[in-house]
C-alpha cells in the first residue's frame, strides 16, 4: 500500500514544484506529472500513474482540478480508482475516500455531476425538439452542398473510390458516403 502523488499544470511554461513539494510533504512517495492542459483527455501521466496503482493504494491530489477538467471528470476517474480498490485524497478539498465522511462527501458530489449531466442531456433534447418544430434541424450544417454530392456523384459512376472522392472534395469519407445514402433515399421515396 502505497501512497501515490498525481500533478498536472497547463502548459508548459507552468512548474510543478509547489504541487510537487505538497503531494511529498503529505507522504506521497511516487509522483506522475503532465504539463497539458486538462481538457485534453491524452494525459500520459494520468495514463501512467492509474496502470501503476494497485490495490490498496492512495491517489494523492492537490487539488481536484488538476485530477479532471469537470465534477464529471473527476467523479468517473474516481469511480475508476475505487473499482481497482484505490482510495482518493485531495489536499485542498474534502474529497477523502478513506474516511467515511470524505466518501459520503464523493457520493453526493457523483450524485450532482449525475444529476448535472442529465439536466443537459434534457436541455439539449428540448432545445432539439423547439428546433425541429419550427422546421430546423439540429447538428452542424452538412459539408455536402448539392454541388459537391453532384460531383461526387459522377466520380462514384466513374468508378473513384471513397477516399478519392472524399479527397478531391476535401471533407471526410463518411461524409461522402453518408450524403450519397442519404441522396439516394430522398430520390427513392420521391419516385414513389
Given at each position: 500500500?502505497?501512497?501515490?502523488?498525481?500533478?498536472?499544470?497547463?502548459?508548459?511554461?507552468?512548474?510543478?514544484?509547489?504541487?510537487?513539494?505538497?503531494?511529498?510533504?503529505?507522504?506521497?512517495?511516487?509522483?506522475?506529472?503532465?504539463?497539458?492542459?486538462?481538457?485534453?483527455?491524452?494525459?500520459?501521466?494520468?495514463?501512467?500513474?492509474?496502470?501503476?496503482?494497485?490495490?490498496?493504494?492512495?491517489?494523492?491530489?492537490?487539488?481536484?482540478?488538476?485530477?479532471?477538467?469537470?465534477?464529471?471528470?473527476?467523479?468517473?476517474?474516481?469511480?475508476?480508482?475505487?473499482?481497482?480498490?484505490?482510495?482518493?485524497?485531495?489536499?485542498?478539498?474534502?474529497?477523502?475516500?478513506?474516511?467515511?465522511?470524505?466518501?459520503?462527501?464523493?457520493?453526493?458530489?457523483?450524485?450532482?455531476?449525475?444529476?448535472?449531466?442529465?439536466?443537459?442531456?434534457?436541455?439539449?433534447?428540448?432545445?432539439?425538439?423547439?428546433?425541429?418544430?419550427?422546421?430546423?434541424?439540429?447538428?452542424?450544417?452538412?459539408?455536402?452542398?448539392?454541388?459537391?454530392?453532384?460531383?461526387?456523384?459522377?466520380?462514384?459512376?466513374?468508378?473513384?473510390?471513397w477516399e478519392t472522392i472524399a479527397s478531391t472534395l476535401q471533407?471526410?469519407?463518411?461524409?461522402?458516403?453518408?450524403a450519397l445514402s442519404e441522396d439516394d433515399a430522398s430520390t427513392?421515396?420521391?419516385?414513389?
Amino acid at each position: 500500500m502505497s501512497t501515490v502523488g498525481y500533478t498536472r499544470v497547463s502548459t508548459q511554461d507552468q512548474h510543478l514544484h509547489s504541487q510537487i513539494d505538497a503531494l511529498t510533504a503529505a507522504g506521497a512517495e511516487k509522483i506522475f506529472t503532465d504539463k497539458i492542459t486538462g481538457k485534453t483527455a491524452n494525459r500520459p501521466g494520468l495514463t501512467d500513474c492509474m496502470k501503476y496503482l494497485r490495490d490498496g493504494d492512495t491517489l494523492l491530489v492537490y487539488s481536484t482540478d488538476r485530477l479532471g477538467r469537470s465534477m464529471t471528470d473527476v467523479v468517473t476517474i474516481v469511480s475508476q480508482l475505487n473499482e481497482k480498490g484505490v482510495e482518493f485524497k485531495s489536499l485542498t478539498e474534502p474529497f477523502d475516500t478513506t474516511t467515511a465522511g470524505g466518501e459520503l462527501f464523493f457520493h453526493i458530489c457523483a450524485a450532482f455531476a449525475q444529476m448535472n449531466g442529465r439536466i443537459i442531456s434534457e436541455r439539449t433534447r428540448a432545445g432539439l425538439a423547439a428546433a425541429k418544430a419550427r422546421g430546423r434541424n439540429g447538428g452542424r450544417p452538412t459539408v455536402m452542398t448539392p454541388e459537391r454530392i453532384a460531383v461526387a456523384r459522377r466520380m462514384r459512376s466513374e468508378k473513384e473510390t471513397w477516399e478519392t472522392i472524399a479527397s478531391t472534395l476535401q471533407v471526410g469519407v463518411s461524409s461522402v458516403r453518408r450524403a450519397l445514402s442519404e441522396d439516394d433515399a430522398s430520390t427513392t421515396a420521391q419516385a414513389s
